[in-house]
């Protein structure tokens, strides 16, 4: 799956903090990360996306992250005592 304008839109917030936390050193590096919930036309359900944005010391246009996490594995791992971690599937990393 391609990042697309949705997952952009939603990541604006995001965004903005990065540029708040920017707005008086805009050359040293940033990252924000943030979490939103998206369901693409064909699944079935909503699924939680992370994003992280940063903004690499002396550049100007951030680099941007997306990642669908499923729940649906962490939870029967750990129910199964078999796991101490979330699995996490990158969708694309954009550059």
């Not at 604006?12 to 990252?31: A, E, G, P, R, W």
């Not at 924000?32 to 550049?59: H, L």
């Not at 101490?84 to 550059?95: A, E, G, R």
Request: proline content about 3%; charged content about 25%; glycine content about 4%.
């Amino acid at each position: 799956m391609k990042a697309n304008k949705t997952l952009y839109a939603h990541a604006d917030i995001f965004l903005n903090q990065l540029y708040n936390q920017n707005s008086t050193n805009i050359i040293d590096y940033k990252v924000v990360y943030g979490e939103f919930m998206y369901k693409v036309s064909s699944w079935a359900k909503d699924r939680r996306f992370v994003v992280k944005i940063e903004k690499p010391e002396d550049r100007i246009d951030p680099i941007y992250t997306f990642i669908v996490t499923t729940m649906e594995n962490f939870i029967k791992e750990g129910k199964n005592g078999s796991s101490d971690c979330v699995h996490l599937h990158p969708l694309k990393v954009l550059q």
